[in-house]
């Protein structure tokens, strides 16, 4: 009996040990406190591992890129630019030698004219343009002698650069090949040969085409170009169109050769600058032609040249 008294005594007082903190902390919150701390051993924070990277190979090491300079060929020229425009320069000479191929009109309406001078014809520049000499009125002005020869004028000379000029869209220089021609040409025969006219420009039948040609003289025509020129000379009219002389004979117009003392404007195509001393002169064909300036405009008169000394 008292082995189980003791036991008794024992169970109680455990329950009274075990029940007394929580009393304890009911009545700290119904008088509002706080609740007394718990003695519980400080956790110690642990540090994670530390994270190791593999050991990265080392990259291969790369070698320099070569330059431009090193990369182009030596002989390899480095301006591209300057290689083309020499190119166009070489091609734009070659053009100009090239009498077949089409040459350039440099005139006041930069006219595009194909002379072929490798057909078989003969163009006689020489024949059609032997100055007339002026028989009836006399110079008042010395001549200019040089070489043996006089050139006589009635101007005084007054150079200015020759331009050759282009009488609108339907005439053509001396040695212009054309295959085929216009409805409106017609046929003129002159000393056993056959011209081709039209609108001021003369013809000849060449190897599958024509050919142009100074006007013939002697031949006829009923009306003269559109845009022919009077020129009065001793009294006389005639009608100057693209390097040729029209003079009126009743209704009809003949071509004859130039005229000493004709100033005309305009100079065609096929003529050359020749200096003659201190003087430059424009010869066409046999026509030497000075430059002058009338009324502020620069044109040219038909030369008489004279052989023998003044």
């Known amino acids: 009996m008292k082995a189980i008294r003791n036991f008794t005594i024992w169970l109680l007082f455990i329950s009274f040990t075990a029940i007394q903190p929580f009393e304890g902390l009911a009545q700290e919150r119904r008088r509002g406190g706080a609740a007394p701390a718990r003695n519980r051993p400080a956790r110690t924070p642990q540090k994670a591992p530390a994270r190791t990277r593999p050991a990265q190979t080392a990259r291969p090491t790369q070698t320099a890129r070569p330059t431009r300079q090193q990369t182009r060929p030596a002989n390899r ?5 300057v290689n083309r425009n020499n190119i ?17 009109n440099n005139s006041r309406r930069n006219v595009n004219i194909n002379v072929d001078n490798s057909r078989d014809i003969n163009v006689h520049n020489n024949r ?10 006399t110079y008042r002005r010395p001549p200019y002698a040089y070489g043996g020869r006089r050139y006589y ?26 295959a085929t021609l216009a ?21 000849q039948q060449a190897n599958n085409g024509y050919t142009v040609v100074q006007a013939p003289v002697g031949a006829t025509i009923t009306t003269v170009p559109s845009g022919a020129q009077p020129v009065v000379v001793n009294n006389v009219t005639n009608y100057y169109y693209g390097g040729a002389y029209y003079e009126k004979d009743g209704s009809k117009y003949n071509v004859v050769s130039p005229p000493a003392g004709a100033v005309v404007q305009n100079l065609p195509a096929g003529g050359e ?3 003659i001393g201190d003087q430059t002169y424009v010869k066409v064909g046999e026509t030497y032609y000075q430059p002058v300036n009338l009324d502020g405009k620069s044109q040219y008169e038909v030369v008489q040249v004279e052989d023998g000394a003044q």
Not at 128 to 137: A, C, D, L, P, S
Not at 153 to 172: E, F, I, L, M
Not at 186 to 194: C, G, P
């Open 77 to 81: 020229p480095q301006n591209n630019t």
């Open 88 to 104: 166009n320069r070489n091609n734009n000479s070659g053009n100009r030698v090239n009498n077949s191929g089409n040459r350039v």
């Open 128 to 137: 059609n343009t032997v100055v007339r000499r002026n028989n009836i009125n």
């Open 153 to 178: 004028s009635y101007h005084p000379y007054y150079y200015h650069p020759y331009r050759p000029y282009a009488w609108g869209p339907v005439w053509h220089p001396w040695g212009f090949f054309i």
């Open 183 to 203: 409805t409106t040409a017609i046929i003129v025969s002159i000393n056993n040969a056959k011209y081709h006219y039209d609108q001021g420009v003369w013809y």
């Open 273 to 275: 600058e020749v200096k």
